[in-house]
């Protein structure tokens, strides 16, 4: 069973509040937990950033969201409680407690319009439709985020393969040297690109001693890199008693290339396009910062009162 959504927990939670007094989110975890018969893998799936387990993240939100609906109360930090209103929601005949569903209680309109500007104080239906997705709202930054990446990894590659093989070995000459190999920039440019000796395009130091080298192949290609090119490469790199290679191409590698690199006593690292956009995002080459949002979460420390 895949982990509920913040919206299909709420009900369940708020009946689990239900069952008296004051509880504290992991009680309330447990006993929803119990009821999906979430696995422990499902309860250890973290969210994107590591930092937090996707179901107590939704628990959370489910949570907070009751409170600001007025159907559930805390009276004291990490504790929560149901309230009258909440008791007489239960009362109701209904199978699920959702965004529209809050939608009709004026404190919980009060906190979804509080971002609003003063003419807009109620929500258009296709607003609130649209804000009803299944996953938190911070779920839905990360998503948003992700599609972003994608999308702009995409232009990117594209762009790379629109550019010219002499802009393409400068390109993977700041790639590596910002993933820290080459020593400096002077040291790596000065061995990437030179004429293709026995298929290889250049030499780099591993690390700024020069302690190990690394032989590099680039392919500015379109059509799949296929066994034999990996053939001929790890044919070079033996004649030079070479160890280390890298293969970096804009196009993808054939499940016979990957698995013959993989078979070799000597380590050929491949670099298809996609990987090869990630890299360039994630090291900052060819992109730059359009902007930068700051995310805040209510710090609970510092309301502790000694």
């Not at 939704?58 to 149901?82: F, N």
């Amino acid at each position: 069973m895949a982990i509920p959504d913040f919206q299909t927990l709420m009900l369940p939670v708020l009946r689990q509040l239900a069952s008296g007094g004051e509880q504290a989110p992991s009680l309330v975890r447990a006993a929803v937990a119990s009821i999906f018969k979430l696995s422990e893998e499902e309860l250890a799936a973290l969210l994107p950033s590591g930092r937090q387990a996707i179901f107590s993240n939704r628990v959370a939100w489910a949570l907070g969201y009751l409170k600001q609906a007025g159907l559930a109360e805390s009276p004291r930090r990490g504790s929560y409680r149901i309230t009258e209103r909440g008791a007489a929601t239960l009362h109701e005949p209904i199978e699920r407690i959702d965004i529209q569903y809050l939608m009709r209680f004026p404190e919980f309109v009060a906190f979804r319009t509080a971002s609003n500007d003063d003419s807009e104080q109620t929500p258009s239906l296709a607003k609130v439709a649209a804000e009803s997705t299944a996953l938190t709202p911070d779920e839905q930054i990360r998503q948003g985020y992700t599609r972003l990446q994608a999308n702009l990894a995409t232009q990117l590659l594209e762009r790379v393969r629109q550019a010219s093989p002499k802009f393409f070995e400068e390109l993977v000459v700041e790639l590596l040297v910002a993933m820290g190999y080459g020593g400096s920039h002077e040291d790596a440019s000065s061995v990437v690109g030179q004429s293709g000796d026995e298929g290889i395009d250049g030499i780099i130091k591993e690390d700024r001693l020069g302690l190990d080298t690394i032989y590099i192949q680039a392919k500015r290609w379109k059509d799949s890199i296929g066994r034999p090119e990996i053939q001929r490469f790890a044919g070079a790199l033996q004649g030079q008693r070479a160890r280390k290679g890298v293969f970096l191409t804009t196009s993808a590698f054939t499940t016979d290339a990957r698995s013959y690199a993989g078979n070799l006593q000597t380590t050929i690292v491949l670099i298809d396009g996609a990987q090869l956009a990630q890299l360039m995002l994630e090291f900052g080459i060819g992109v730059s910062q359009a902007g930068l949002v700051k995310l805040w979460k209510l710090d609970e420390d510092y309301f502790v009162e000694e």
